[in-house]
């Protein structure tokens, strides 16, 4: 397989040498990548809230937990092709690998296409069904029809960079979110302060951005080497491939999805306080964000690193690697949070100057923000347990330990004490209570998967 490598520079060893500084390497241009793409949103948000209203501020941030029920699945499913691509570069299984980056391409467009279709067809009766406020419902149904336009080539970057990290490369996805990301600002910034488009305008940059980062990464794959080089003629569905992509990634979707259902469901309770309190979550929540894509990209790293290594039944590696993108995400997280949390009203401050607005951002800071490194707990075990190639549990788990506990709270413990810092408590207990429990089942799984290797 020698000849047919992608080209040394972009591409890691992960079979081979220390483990500490190569998942470091690995997870910061993931963190900075995280950054970049969530930041498409957050300019959104930071340059209708500064230079449009209230209102657009609540309608663009609201639509944050819509885009993510819509998209998670996919995203899920692009885990596992991570997953499957990682386990035939480590089995040096040249037609495996050509089959499945084939596959996933096909899977992209086609996921693609069934979300602008989906977007702009449910946008209005999503948002009313969350209760959206009277005076921000239109505002937040324009937008999200117009940024569902940009599907197609969001899921082409997304299903593209997970190829790229499989092999160890996550330097490249992240310069094309540079690229995308310079776009998205100028274009937020030509369209709502010089021609008043409000959320109209932000929908159009980002849109026009994700076509810049479908492009990049289009580019770069067809012009890998060997294997790894996607071909428009040969692009169709491999069934052994698909399968194992399905087995891991559905399950992984599924859990975004219902994730999000739940985060839907306390959006809909967070609307009950007014638009001040919706546009103060929305500003909160994207510090949250912020800080998960460190978790995310150390629960990324554990996947692509644990995929090659078992595929090639390096068990005591396996071991080790967990043990590592576990202490980092922690640690890391555990930092940021804490930060953030402390300088709290100077970080909303980006976003508005409503002292309303405000207030409802550092509650929100104070109850969730500081405590989300707890989530690594399951963030990474799951990953872990995924790189293994069991995807149902972690999901299983984490619908249960979260989300149904979650649902239970807003019916039950909210309703009798009405106010919101009550509802935020809900975030941070449910990490808890996941946490053990995927841990355990990754202790306990691990046993029998590494078992097959001895």
């Not at 997870?27 to 970049?36: D, H, M, Q, R, Y």
């Not at 919706?278 to 990324?300: D, R, T």
Request: with cysteine.
């Amino acid at each position: 397989m020698e000849q047919n490598k992608p080209r040394a520079t972009v591409r890691m060893d992960m079979l081979h040498g220390g483990l500490f500084r190569k998942i470091l390497t690995f997870a910061l241009p993931l963190i900075a990548s995280g950054i970049l793409q969530q930041s498409f949103n957050s300019v959104d948000v930071a340059v209708v809230g500064k230079f449009a209203s209230s209102q657009a501020l609540a309608a663009v941030g609201s639509n944050g937990l819509i885009i993510s029920l819509m998209i998670n699945l996919f995203v899920g499913i692009s885990v596992g092709a991570n997953v499957v691509i990682a386990h035939y570069i480590g089995q040096q299984d040249e037609k495996g690998i050509r089959n499945a980056i084939h596959t996933v391409a096909v899977i992209a467009l086609a996921s693609g296409l069934l979300l602008l279709a989906l977007g702009l067809s449910i946008a209005r009766p999503l948002l009313e069904l969350m209760d959206t406020p009277e005076d921000v419902i239109d505002l937040a149904t324009l937008y999200l029809r117009i940024y569902f336009l940009g599907m197609p080539f969001m899921m082409i970057y997304n299903f593209g960079a997970a190829i790229l990290r499989s092999m160890g490369d996550t330097k490249r996805p992240f310069y094309s979110l540079i690229a995308a990301g310079i776009v998205n600002v100028g274009l937020n910034l030509l369209l709502v302060i010089v021609f008043e488009m409000s959320v109209a305008g932000v929908a159009i940059a980002t849109v026009v951005s994700n076509i810049v980062n479908a492009a990049i990464i289009i580019w770069l794959l067809t012009h890998e080497e060997g294997a790894f080089r996607l071909e428009w003629k040969k692009m169709s569905i491999a069934r052994r491939e698909l399968k194992k992509i399905l087995q891991i990634g559905i399950p992984a979707g599924v859990q975004g999805v219902v994730f999000s259902i739940s985060n839907v469901f306390i959006l809909s309770t967070i609307n009950k306080f007014g638009s001040d309190a919706v546009a103060g979550s929305s500003a909160a929540v994207n510090f949250e964000y912020y800080c998960y894509f460190v978790i995310s990209a150390f629960a990324q790293s554990a996947v692509a690193f644990i995929s090659q290594n078992y595929g090639a039944g390096q068990i005591e590696r396996c071991k080790k690697i967990f043990r590592q993108s576990m202490l980092m995400a922690f640690v890391s997280c555990a930092v940021l949070n804490i930060v953030i949390a402390w300088q709290r009203e100077l970080f909303v401050s980006m976003f508005t100057s409503s002292p309303e607005v405000i207030h409802y951002a550092s509650i929100r800071m104070r109850y969730v923000l500081l405590f989300q490194f707890i989530a690594c707990s399951y963030e990474i075990s799951g990953a872990a347990l995924r790189g293994l190639g069991y995807s149902m549990t972690p999901t299983i788990l984490t619908i249960f330990g979260t989300c149904l506990f979650r649902l239970l709270w807003i019916y039950t413990v909210t309703p009798r004490y009405g106010s919101f810092e009550v509802l935020m408590y809900v975030y941070p207990i449910s990490w808890v209570i996941t946490g053990i429990a995927v841990y355990v089942a990754y202790l306990i799984i691990r046993k029998k998967a590494f078992a097959l290797h001895s």
